[in-house]
């Protein structure tokens, strides 16, 4: 197994576990970000309880953050180099294709920062823009 992988799951203090490795290899081969369903298609041969198991570590760790697209399936998509997941800094605006399903991340597009009235604490933000995807607009 790449060495490399491992050392990205033992950064964020994660145990380099056989289907740890495997997960990560996976999702950073994918552009799009994936369902826990995704995951279990490809890995077929792989218990459900096992990849949730994982997919949660990885957000528990900030390897990955979790993606309500509107779609009512939670999402997963890694996360950039030294992302905290935090509100002021890190969230960015993700993609969701009408027509392919698909759902990406736009990380050079953060979510400004909203200063919200007195007593709100915000502990989640989210934007979807949804529309048709470079390769779905393709005009002829």
């Known amino acids: 197994m790449n060495l490399d992988l491992e050392k990205t799951l033992e950064k964020h203090n994660v145990k380099p576990t056989a289907m740890r490795l495997l997960v990560l290899q996976f999702l950073l081969t994918e552009k ?46 890694l996360c950039e180099e030294n992302c905290h997941c935090e509100i002021e800094t890190d969230l960015h605006v993700h993609f969701h294709c009408k027509l392919c399903k698909q759902t990406v991340c736009l990380p050079k597009h953060k979510i400004p920062y909203i200063n919200l009235p007195d007593g709100f604490i915000a502990d989640d933000v989210s934007l979807i823009v949804k529309g048709l995807c470079n390769k779905c607009n393709k005009q002829p």
């Open 32 to 77: 799009a970000a994936m369902s826990l369903t995704d995951l279990e298609n490809y890995f077929d041969k792989s218990d459900r309880t096992t990849l949730y198991r994982t997919l949660k570590t990885f957000v528990k760790y900030e390897i990955a953050h979790k993606i309500d697209d509107g779609t009512g399936v939670t999402k997963y998509a």
